[in-house]
């Protein structure tokens, strides 16, 4: 498959769907880097070339599963995030939900937060408040993420919405 990719993106995402093979299997301190790129047909350096840690691959992952979600749901780039578009925030929480639990259960959680706060972050340089309120949002909306996934997902997307209404509109 390495000689087939296209794309340095598609090399990227296919050994991070190696990594996600391979955390089926073990612990992600006892994958090497070796299994990774054997694996996804690539070779030795495209890893050290592409990432510094086993980490950037999963938040790698997810950024490129949104923007392909995103494109899918034909949701338009976003120049702030509020309580009105939270839902889609977690309608594609919903959609990878094996993902999710795969990655807590390998205490990746920091790597998923670092995925979603490159997605929320202004994309170009902005002013103090906008950062801020970047920041604040998308450790806000990852709290709750991390709750709905403790919780197994009991609440479906809108119920997310709705709970995130309750507690910020007294």
Request: contains cysteine.
């Amino acid at each position: 498959m390495g000689g087939n990719l296209k794309t340095t993106a598609e090399m990227k995402e296919t050994m991070a769907d190696a990594l996600i093979r391979l955390l089926a299997e073990k612990p992600i301190g006892k994958i090497t880097v070796p299994e990774i790129v054997d694996l996804a047909g690539v070779g030795h350096m495209s890893y050290f070339r592409n990432f510094s840690s086993k980490e950037e691959m999963i938040t790698y992952k997810l950024i490129r599963l949104w923007n392909r979600w995103a494109d899918e749901n034909q949701l338009s780039e976003r120049s702030s995030y509020t309580l009105e578009n939270a839902h889609d925030f977690f309608a594609f929480n919903w959609s990878i939900r094996p993902l999710l639990c795969l990655i807590y259960r390998h205490n990746l959680q920091s790597a998923m937060y670092e995925a979603f706060y490159q997605i929320m972050a202004p994309k170009q340089k902005s002013n103090a408040a906008k950062a801020y309120r970047s920041r604040f949002y998308s450790y806000g909306l990852f709290g709750l993420l991390d709750e709905w996934i403790k919780r197994d997902f009991q609440e479906s997307p809108e119920e997310m919405v709705d709970i995130i209404y309750k507690i910020s509109r007294p």
